[in-house]
């Protein structure tokens, strides 16, 4: 394998997507976080598949290190226990 070539495709693919990013939406997801810090919400985070792993550690920095309430959906025992005792239809809203 051409290692070389390999890593200047990939660095060209990141310059690509990084060029794509919108500030704009990322100053607005900034400031509906911000809002919701303000008002006690807890700030739920979603990944499907392997980016349910990534969903899960955003959640436990928010939590941990910023002291910012946070919940993923990727939880079994979490999701299981809460259907249970409130039903799937309601697990979400007592979560």
């Known amino acids: ?8 495709n990939y660095i060209d693919s990141i310059s690509f997507l990084l060029k794509e990013i919108n500030p704009e939406l990322i100053s607005k997801s900034v400031d509906l976080i911000k809002k ?3 008002n006690n919400n807890k700030i739920y985070i979603v990944g ?4 349910a792993s990534i969903a899960s550690h955003i959640s436990v920095d928010f939590t941990k ?13 979490f999701i299981t226990c809460f259907a249970n005792d409130y039903g799937y239809e309601n697990w979400v809203k007592e979560a």
């Open 65 to 77: 290190v910023a002291k910012i309430k946070s919940l993923t959906f990727n939880n079994s025992n």
């Open 1 to 8: 394998m051409d290692y070389k070539n390999y890593y200047f």
């Open 36 to 38: 919701k810090i303000k």
């Open 48 to 51: 499907n598949g392997g980016s």
